[in-house]
Nanobody
Framework: QVQLVESGGGLVQTGGSLRLSCAASGRTFSSHAMGWFRQAPGKEREFVAAISRGGSLTTYADSVKGRFTISRDNAKNTVYLQMNSLKPEDTAVYIC????????????????????WGQGTQVTVSS
């Protein structure tokens, strides 16, 4: 069973930046697309960004497009989320996830397309 462990969250002022990391266990990391989701208090979990297994394709939620960048290092079994120009509405627990499928050149936005989830890391943006 794969384990996903996020790190890099914290408290930052509006306009600041954070870089989240998600380290995956196991030998199949490069066979799966990966994604980041977030969940704010009292709200549904929402899609943030996804990256294909090889890293050539990425997709973003409209709310973060142009501010966030997802990337991966398959040699290190790690996926990243660089977050710039942070806003108070970005405050949430950020959770990384592994897509169930192993199709190449594909990204996934729906949470039911993911079969493994991390515990999450808290990001708080103060105004």
């Amino acid at each position: 069973q794969v384990q996903l462990v996020e790190s890099g969250g914290g408290l930052v002022q509006t306009g600041g930046s954070l870089r989240l990391s998600c380290a995956a266990s196991g030998r199949t990391f490069s066979s799966h697309a990966m994604g980041w989701f977030r969940q704010a208090p009292g709200k549904e979990r929402e899609f943030v960004a996804a990256i294909s297994r090889g890293g050539s394709l990425t997709t973003y939620a409209d709310s973060v497009k142009g501010r966030f960048t997802i990337s991966r290092d398959n040699a290190k079994n790690t996926v990243y989320l660089q977050m710039n120009s942070l806003k108070p509405e970005d405050t949430a627990v950020y959770i990384c996830a592994r897509a169930a499928g192993t199709r190449s050149f594909a990204t996934f936005r729906a949470s039911n397309e993911y079969d493994a989830w991390g515990q999450g890391t808290q990001v708080t943006v103060s105004s």
